[in-house]
T-cell receptor, first 113, second 113 residues
Framework: DQQVKQNSPSLSVQEGRISILNCDYTNSMFDYFLWYKKYPAEGPTFLIS?????DKNEDGRFTVFLNKSAKHLSLHIVPSQPGDSAVYFC????????????FGSGTRLQVQP | EPEVTQTPSHQVTQMGQEVILRCVPI?????FYWYRQILGQKVEFLVSFYNNEISEKSEIFDDQFSVERPDGSNFTLKIRSTKLEDSAMYFCVGGTGGSYEQYFGPGTRLTVT
């Protein structure tokens, strides 16, 4: 049961460049998507979200893009900073009023100074 | 900024023992959840709690698990008879209900020996 997939376990980028993290989902009933960032020994921290009625949401250096037809979303970080080095999780929620989040397996981002 | 707090940060218990994991959610949150992450695996939903009752639970949340919010502030997860496979990081999570965003506590690492 892999309804939310993050196919890249790791990504390395240079400081100042763009980081692009990808996420695919299979359940067309998902209607809200979230990105979380996790440092070691801490809980996931909410980063940014997007409703299925939008195709883009921007918050500072972070932008999430949603392509519903492809069931694909991506998180762009521009410019990347060393402090962005963490594991990034994509999560999705159904439109039934249920609130349980389904998580991807995460992508470890390393930003090289 | 208010945060979800969890105690203890690390709990070691023997197989078959009961454990209670405790959480103090953010005061204006109305929805409460427990998630867990087994080492190297995805974050998994266990249970959601709203208006003093379980609103949703996963197949992981069997009869060995229970939750309660006895005094309107603390939120607890009890595992009656722990198994080795219960070893994981357990996250207490809250949300306002007005949005889909959920806010994670720092987690309790449960080690069952």
């Amino acid at each position: 049961d892999q309804q939310v997939k993050q196919n890249s376990p790791s990504l390395s980028v240079q400081e100042g460049r763009i980081s692009i993290l990808n996420c695919d989902y299979t359940n067309s009933m998902f209607d809200y998507f979230l990105w979380y960032k996790k440092y070691p020994a801490e809980g996931p921290t909410f980063l940014i979200s997007i409703s299925s009625i939008k195709d883009k949401n921007e918050d500072g250096r972070f932008t999430v893009f949603l392509n519903k037809s492809a069931k694909h979303l991506s998180l762009h970080i521009v410019p990347s900073q060393p402090g962005d080095s963490a594991v990034y999780f994509c999560a999705a929620s159904l439109d039934t009023g249920r609130r349980a989040l389904t998580f991807g397996s995460g992508t470890r981002l390393q930003v090289q100074p | 900024e208010p945060e979800v707090t969890q105690t203890p940060s690390h709990q070691v218990t023997q197989m078959g023992q009961e454990v209670i994991l405790r959480c103090v959610p953010i005061s204006n949150h109305l929805y409460f959840y427990w998630y867990r992450q087994i080492l190297g695996q995805k974050v998994e939903f266990l249970v959601s709690f709203y208006n003093n009752e379980i609103s949703e639970k996963s197949e992981i949340f069997d009869d060995q698990f229970s939750v309660e919010r006895p005094d309107g502030s603390n939120f607890t997860l009890k595992i009656r008879s722990t198994k080795l496979e219960d070893s994981a990081m357990y996250f207490c999570v809250g949300g306002t209900g007005g949005s889909y965003e959920q806010y994670f506590g720092p987690g309790t690492r449960l080690t069952v020996t």
